[in-house]
């Protein structure tokens, strides 16, 4: 008997039981994850279904027989990106009439602050009536014909973004017109335990600042509505008759990361889903128009930069503090557009590591004191123009944090201003939550 083809046969045996091996294994982790997907969710895709979509799911039934007024804009879409104009235009058991556009517009055609025209919508040939132009609050003919108002637009969770102040004079005006709202709920992106920042003061209520809550206010915009409603919040204490279309799948502890659904930008300079995260942490200071926080440049909101600063010293000051779920890199570019544009800037990128327990709003605090500690000539308050001053006031919702930060540039100093307010709001919304 010859032994010639032994060792092959001997070897396609080996790579046979090693193959079968490999594939009992690839079985058996696939298995693990089909397992861990049906206990705790899918490992990709939609997690949390929107407002928008319980009330396609219900057939719309609530707008059944009712002329139907729908405020909106790009970001408001089902999970396949559908708009909701499409939608409830498209739907033979709704009767949509008439649009109305906050900030940016309906379709998003508007940059930030541009004032936005009554028009014609070209895809529904429906009127659209502007929020952000010559009034803020539906008039009364604006909402002539009106059974009921529809909003739907993801908030960012900061109360200087507009957003929530058309809903507030939305719901104003409804309630002097006995015209019902129905709120389309949608996630807050920075969670629902979250609050940070002084409450409004009287005195500092305005359009990036129109109700007495926290910088930072910890609601969908749903409970947000059900707040200002119950609390009476609205002007001369009116209530409207209001509905909430709650979200399913959605809980506090998520940010929008976590909730299976696409983003679609709130505006231009929110971009991504990771935005509204920063977004807090340099857009008081942005205000000021003395540095660049990323706006005109790829990150919005994510550096703080200027062509006096040593990108190194102030990443390495920063770091230095530690502070949780923060790290400063070192970075240099030219801004396109916006506050020192053209110019090469220095300063520092903010990469967030962990949500959770980074100190979002006081991260431009620490950043300004630690300018100030490196280069004390460069006051950025001294530096603007003085007409920045009350801005800056009007976001931080008080002129207290401005006037005690600039005496030494020490974010102790307005550490009880900015968390004070926390506890008793807390206990004040707690009341409106309907989410876990």
Not at 1 to 27: E, W
Not at 286 to 307: C, D, H, K, M, R
Not at 422 to 429: N, P, T, V
Request: with cysteine.
């Amino acid at each position: 008997m010859t032994l010639t083809g032994q060792p092959h046969r001997l070897q396609n045996n080996v790579n046979k039981l090693i193959m079968k091996t490999l594939f009992k294994s690839i079985y058996r982790t696939g298995m693990a994850i089909i397992l861990a997907s049906a206990l705790t969710g899918p490992v990709c895709g939609q997690m949390v279904e929107t407002g928008l979509e319980t009330l396609i799911r219900s057939n719309f039934d609530i707008l059944k027989g009712k002329r139907v007024g729908l405020v909106t804009n790009p970001t408001g879409v089902d999970s396949n990106l559908r708009s909701t104009v499409d939608i409830l235009f498209n739907a033979p058991e709704v009767n949509l009439v008439a649009l109305y556009g906050p900030e940016h517009g309906v379709r998003g055609e508007f940059t930030a602050g541009e004032y936005v025209e009554t028009e014609t919508d070209p895809s529904t040939g429906l009127p659209v009536y502007s929020l952000y132009g010559k009034t803020r609050k539906p008039s009364p003919e604006m909402l002539k014909g009106i059974d009921i108002l529809i909003y739907d637009i993801q908030d960012i969770g900061s109360r200087s973004y507009t957003f929530i102040s058309t809903l507030g004079l939305l719901m104003e005006a409804a309630a002097e017109n006995g015209i019902p709202v129905v709120v389309l709920d949608r996630p807050n992106p920075l969670g629902g335990i979250r609050m940070e920042g002084a409450v409004t003061r009287p005195e500092y209520v305005s359009f990036v600042s129109q109700f007495a809550i926290p910088y930072i206010h910890g609601m969908t915009v749903g409970e947000l509505a059900m707040f200002l409603n119950g609390e009476k919040m609205l002007a001369n204490g009116v209530r409207c008759g209001l509905h909430v279309v709650k979200m399913s799948g959605w809980s506090r502890k998520m940010y929008f990361g976590e909730t299976g659904l696409p983003w679609v930008p709130s505006s231009p300079q929110v971009p991504h889903g990771d935005t509204p995260l920063y977004y807090p942490a340099t857009g008081i200071a942005g205000e000021l128009y003395a540095v660049s926080i990323g706006v005109g440049y790829t990150i919005p909101f994510q550096t703080f930069a200027a062509p006096w600063i040593n990108a190194d010293s102030l990443a390495s000051s920063l770091n230095r503090l530690k502070l949780p779920g923060v790290i400063f890199r070192p970075t240099h570019y030219k801004p396109y557009f916006s506050t020192l544009e053209g110019k090469m800037v220095h300063g520092v990128q903010i990469h967030i590591t962990d949500p959770s327990v980074a100190p979002l709003t006081l991260l431009q605090f620490y950043i300004m004191q630690e300018a100030h500690r490196l280069w004390p000539k460069k006051n950025l308050f001294s530096m603007c123009d003085p007409s920045r001053h009350l801005m800056f006031d009007k976001v931080c919702g008080t002129d207290e944090v401005r006037i005690a930060f600039t005496k030494s540039f020490r974010v102790s100093d307005i550490i009880g201003l900015w968390t004070n307010d926390i506890e008793a709001f807390r206990a004040k919304a707690s009341k409106y939550f309907l989410y876990d």
